[in-house]
């Protein structure tokens, strides 16, 4: 029988395929139309939607008869592409692909000569790529502990220490029983004479939030080093503060706000902000005072009908900050062009919106016309909430 030899030709002949399948999946998801994408039942009926799926299909073909030749370059590629699919619903249709790469990533670490190959820069991808991928931790605890392990035992730069601190918060990890990795970064940030640029500087803001809302003695080792790093940062915290998004506010999001508005009296609409900062955080619509902030969702902020884990840990950590958060995802909106006349679909909404803040502290602001508004909505003169359905009108808000 030939022996299969492993081979510098063979290591870059499935670093070459994988990329190739990946900018195909780029490509064909670049033609797709987003208004056809978002209200079909079918996806996988549009030709370039059908043709990503192949191309994951085919991907997963092609590693399962090579996974024992996979070294770590490929492990940290398969992670970064597979986090930066341009759709959640190709997520989860790559679903299998990533239980075998987590699989696998699993028994790669657990063997001393194996784990390691891995270097810095690749076990950085990995970690970056965690919060974006829909795993069960419950179910693949195992690899996060051998992964924080892995890092506790490498050299990381400033940037690449940051970035790690970040992820620790969205992926919730135990500071307490990994309070000395923590304090090796926190000591490689605040001894570096590279400057951190705002999305580092976010990132370490949000693990500043996470940590403040655990109990003294789980941060106690290195509260004080924490502190020192901020303060060593603190004209760049500021200017991040200061930053707002760079992407344009979309249409539907100037049309909730406008609604928004109209609820309120004359002497509240100030009360209202748009776009404002919260630390890192750019709040869609914001009510500083009374602390409610609402936010306009659209498809990238969830997994199906799931919200995505940067998004909840988001929400976290304003959330122990005493805010109260709204989010209006668009699979719950009213779609305009199953209404008669455009009158017909604003009224509709207008309601739907109403009904999400109407148990919010914003009652308190909104002028006699939509106060009369609410109270028809809770005793409809047929009994029956039409168009809207009666479950929603019960909702609390945590």
């Not at 195992?142 to 790690?164: G, H, I």
């Not at 409610?292 to 940067?310: A, C, P």
Request: with cysteine; charged share 25%.
């Amino acid at each position: 029988m030939r022996k299969y030899t492993y081979s510098k030709e063979i290591f870059q002949e499935q670093m070459d395929y994988i990329q190739v399948i990946f900018n195909q999946v780029i490509n064909f998801s670049e033609q797709i139309d987003l208004t056809l994408f978002t209200n079909t039942e079918k996806p996988e009926e549009i030709p370039q939607v059908a043709a990503v799926i192949s191309e994951l299909q085919q991907l997963k073909i092609y590693l399962d008869s090579r996974w024992k030749f996979i070294g770590t370059a490929h492990i940290s590629l398969l992670f970064t592409e597979l986090a930066h699919l341009k759709f959640d619903y190709f997520q989860q249709k790559a679903l299998s692909l990533q239980k075998c790469l987590l699989n696998h990533c699993t028994s790669y670490l657990s063997h001393p000569s194996q784990r390691r190959y891995f270097n810095v820069s690749q076990v950085t991808a990995i970690f970056s790529a965690l919060p974006k991928l829909p795993i069960n931790w419950q179910v693949h605890r195992m690899l996060l502990t051998q992964l924080l392990e892995l890092a506790n035992e490498l050299s990381f730069d400033s940037k690449q220490s940051v970035l790690l601190l970040g992820v620790f918060g969205k992926l919730f990890v135990d500071v307490k029983q990994y309070s000395s990795l923590i304090l090796k970064l926190l000591n490689t940030a605040k001894n570096s004479q590279v400057s951190l640029n705002e999305i580092s500087v976010s990132q370490l803001w949000q693990f500043d939030m996470y940590v403040k809302n655990k109990p003294e003695e789980s941060k106690a080792s290195f509260i004080s080093e924490m502190e020192a790093v901020l303060i060593k940062y603190q004209m760049t915290v500021a200017a991040a503060e200061r930053t707002e998004k760079d992407n344009k506010t979309s249409f539907f999001q100037k049309t909730i706000t406008n609604i928004i508005a109209s609820f309120l009296m004359d002497k509240t609409t100030e009360k209202m902000q748009r776009e404002y900062l919260v630390g890192a955080y750019t709040l869609d619509i914001a009510f500083p005072e009374e602390k409610v902030n609402l936010e306009v969702d659209g498809i990238f902020h969830y997994r199906g009908k799931e919200l995505r884990r940067v998004d909840k840990f988001r929400d976290f950590l304003l959330s122990e900050n005493e805010w109260i958060i709204i989010r209006i995802p668009w699979f719950e909106c009213p779609v305009a062009d199953k209404f008669a006349t455009p009158m017909a679909y604003q009224q509709t909404l207008r309601n739907y919106v109403l009904i999400k803040v109407m148990h919010t502290p914003l009652v308190k602001l909104f002028n006699a016309a939509t106060r009369q508004l609410i109270e028809e909505l809770k005793t409809p003169p047929n009994g029956h909430l039409q168009p809207l359905r009666q479950e929603q009108f019960n909702r609390k808000f945590e």
